[in-house]
């Protein structure tokens, strides 16, 4: 007998193809799918009508700065004025946050996270890297961590977390960078049980090549995997960087070169786009001082040479505050000019990829994790066309039912 059976779906979205029928779920994993395969039929704890609708992986969504205090919507307007990132970073964006963080307590902090995972979860997100990095001091950067050990405890999406202490220089140490740069060296020994990934944001608003490097061969010293947030905001060399320590991504890439597309290639490192900054920043808007008017043609380029391409929320109050992957598969076609699997890929297996789980998750395959999401449409293209709405239906996650509509 199954714990689940899902029947009737009419599309099954795998990997490499559509399948239409049956899937049967037992001990939290995927057993059977497909119409001649789940032979038992009638025997199931929980039978799910997929019928006029389609499955789906559960998303990963493999880049998040989830925990922070405060809102920074007063900025939107600057942005619809015309101002850039940069120059509202100088106002205070990051810091801004920073301030409000240290400000709050664990309780609020977990209790804002919940709020958010909830809304991801109802947007059939199962999976979630949340990074720290709005601290910026030792404490501030183990009550982050900490926080992102309660909502795992709490929250049934799982959670990976990534140590992001070199987010940017705080405010006290802008006359010693250096001095910064050896705290979170410090810190590294000190968090590494607590966290799977350390990341740096390799740019003219963040670190140096130079000072990323430091940071990153400390951490992988100390056995962490290694992710690097790469040509953001200018050509900064991040994704030269994630190729030579053979981090397991480097994401934005806006600025990046096809010398350095070749050399993640080599490397083996995913490339993580965040088009949902693309849109929230206006960064293709004519008229915006930063705009990234061959950006789409960036993108293609990346898939004709064989990139592992994901895309991901980079959900955060500044950039990108949006906590659905769906926002951000519609802001992957309409801006980045992907296609319906490039992006159904790019937001499952491939984002599985991008925090080192795709033989566990991120696609539709007998003995995987059954983190399954059915959406009300018949068919997956439906998902990135009809925008602006969310047509989850149900969540199975670890083979339970943990979201129904
Ligand atoms: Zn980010």
Redesign the pocket.
Known sequence: MFDILIKNANEIVKEDGILQGDIGIRNGRIECMGNSFCKELSHAQTVIDATNKTVLPGFVDC?T?LVYAGSRHFEYELKTAGETYSSIHKKGGILYTVEQTRKAGIEELVEKGLKDLDIMLQHGTTTAEI?SGYGLDEKNELKILYTIKVLQKLHPITIIPTFLGAHTIPEEYKQNRQGYVNLVKSMIPEVKGMVEYCDV?CDKLGFTYEESKEILEEASKHGLKLKI?AEQTGYNQGAKLAAELKAVSA??LDYITEKEMEAMKQADVTAVL?PGVTYHLTELIPGNKNQKRFLPRKVRTMIEKGLRVAIAT?Y?PGSCRTQSMKAIMEAAARLYRMNNREIINAATINAAYALNRANEIGSIAVGKKADLVVHDCEEHGILVDNFGVNLVDTVIKDGEVVYQR
């Open positions: 880049h700065h990074k944001f947030h994401d934005h965040l980079d955060n």
